[in-house]
Antibody
Framework: QVQLQESGPGLVKPSQTLSLTCTVS??????????WSWIRQPPGKGLEWIGY???????YYNPSLKSRVTISVDTSKNQFSLKLSSVTAADTAVYYC???????????WGQGTLVTVSS | EIVLTQSPATLSLSPGERATLSCGAS???????LAWYQQKPGLAPRLLIY???SRATGIPDRFSGSGSGTDFTLTISRLEPEDFAVYYC?????????FGGGTKVEIK
């Protein structure tokens, strides 16, 4: 059974960079069969896809966030990470990592982690 | 990017009733790469339907999906108490993935 777990600070100051890591267990990112994504959900609102990465390191980002987003992968640790720069209060959300991407649904999700942007 | 519009925003029904949820796309969804998710408060979304009409592992057969092109439907044949939740559609046929705004199915 594949499991994903997000980790990182729950509070980030405005203008700083939000950094989260997703640790995958029960399956290998290096298998090459899947994409690995980040998705977020502001409190009381809907879901927004942020971007995905392939084990090789190739990425695709949501055009609305592209200038601020970097997703990277560490296959040796079976982890992938999200960095979102220049955050504002509008970036306050529950951040999920999930398995899925182009031509693949999100079939496994992490439990989510709330990140609040506040001074 | 493909915009997905879900209707209605809220559906008020009683247990045992049939629920029909719609998802319209601003352009054709490639190869019917359309999924439906269920989300309950405080939990991550759960995959129900993929490729427009295939049930995910462990999903009861009262959930069914249909449609192609720009019009898709999720049907819950007989609502159980645990089905009251928010439902999202999502397309994964284009590089820029998108979700619909969600339909809340509430107890009448």
């Amino acid at each position: 059974q594949v499991q994903l777990q997000e980790s990182g600070p729950g509070l980030v100051k405005p203008s700083q960079t939000l950094s989260l890591t997703c640790t995958v267990s029960g399956g290998s990112i290096s298998s090459g069969d899947y994409y690995w994504s980040w998705i977020r959900q502001p409190p009381g609102k809907g879901l927004e896809w942020i971007g995905y990465i392939y084990y090789s390191g190739s990425t695709y980002y949501n055009p609305s966030l592209k200038s601020r987003v970097t997703i990277s992968v560490d296959t040796s640790k079976n982890q992938f990470s999200l960095k979102l720069s220049s955050v504002t209060a509008a970036d306050t959300a529950v951040y999920y990592c999930a398995r899925g991407g182009l031509q693949l649904p999100f079939d496994y999700w992490g439990q989510g982690t709330l990140v609040t942007v506040s001074s | 990017e493909i915009v997905l519009t879900q209707s209605p925003a809220t559906l008020s029904l009683s247990p045992g009733e049939r629920a029909t949820l719609s998802c319209g796309a601003s352009q054709s969804v490639s190869s019917s790469y359309l999924a439906w998710y269920q989300q309950k408060p405080g939990l991550a979304p759960r995959l129900l339907i993929y490729d427009a009409s295939s049930r995910a592992t462990g999903i009861p057969d009262r959930f069914s999906g249909s449609g192609s092109g720009t019009d898709f439907t999720l049907t819950i044949s007989r609502l159980e108490p645990e089905d009251f939740a928010v439902y999202y559609c999502q397309q994964y046929g284009s590089s820029s993935l998108t979700f619909g705004g969600g339909t809340k199915v509430e107890i009448k």
